[in-house]
């Protein structure tokens, strides 16, 4: 299966600013996923990005507030943009490995003061 | 919308007890069900996974049980060791390349 590296693995960040977050693959992918996890919850997904097209987002987030790039089929990033106390979370990158598998990163774990 | 329902929520068990965690979808066009293991500071890692053609899938101390008919499926856990807390989380899948749908989780300890 795929090896993901992602960076930051964690961060402290102070509100209104925002983080890029960066998501390697060690094979090509097709399809990479963006997924948030609260505290104690379970992961909602954010997009999904596709190499060579815009991200398709899920209901309740958008573009301004999460930028997504994908230039080729080994790297994405997500901006979390203007970032307030409620944006504290986990952000996992993660990619369809075969049929039916995924692989997550082990995750960003965002702090804003 | 939950689409997938997990219970319980937390779970103890001691060593060498059997720990089973339950999820129900409603979903029919649900026909790929994973189980996801999460330890601390890491991502979720496939487990084991189930399609609905077969009733139950056994790989080492892990089982699902699936109930088409209820819409039903059940991790099970035997011989559960310490090294076994973690949280699981259920989910399911429509088609391939499709978006998971996950449970809530259910985190597990395992007292020695």
């Known amino acids: 299966s795929a090896v993901i590296s992602q960076k930051p693995s964690r961060d402290i960040c102070q509100r209104g600013t925002s983080l890029t977050i960066q998501c390697q693959v060690d094979?090509?992918?097709?399809?990479m996923f963006w997924y948030r996890q609260q505290p104690g919850q379970s992961l909602t997904l954010i997009a999904t990005?596709?190499?060579?097209?815009?991200?398709?987002?899920e209901s309740g987030f958008v573009i301004d507030k999460f930028p997504i790039s994908r230039p080729n089929l080994t790297f994405s990033t997500l901006t979390v943009s203007n970032m307030s106390p409620e944006d504290s979370s986990i952000y996992l990158c993660?990619?369809?490995?075969?049929?039916?598998?995924?692989?997550f990163g082990s995750g960003t774990r965002l702090t804003v003061v | 919308q939950q689409q997938v329902k997990q219970s319980p929520q937390s779970l103890i068990v001691q060593k060498g007890g059997i720990s089973i965690i339950n999820c129900a979808y409603e979903?029919?066009?649900?026909?790929?069900f994973p189980w996801y293991q999460q330890f601390p500071g890491k991502g979720p890692a496939l487990l084991i996974a189930?399609?609905?053609?077969?009733s139950e899938k056994k790989e080492g101390r892990f089982t699902i049980s699936f109930n088409k008919s209820a819409k039903q499926f059940s991790l099970h856990i035997m011989d559960s060791q310490p090294g076994d807390s973690a949280t699981y989380f259920c989910?399911?899948?429509?088609?391939?390349?499709?978006?998971?749908?996950f449970g809530e989780g259910t985190q597990l300890t395992v007292n020695p």
């Open positions: 979903n029919t066009a649900f026909d790929y």
């Open positions: 094979s090509q992918v097709t399809m």
């Open positions: 989910a399911a899948q429509e088609t391939s390349g499709s978006r998971l749908t």
């Open positions: 189930i399609r609905p053609d077969v």
């Open positions: 990005a596709n190499q060579g097209s815009e991200a398709t987002y």
């Open positions: 993660s990619v369809m490995t075969d049929y039916y598998g995924y692989t």
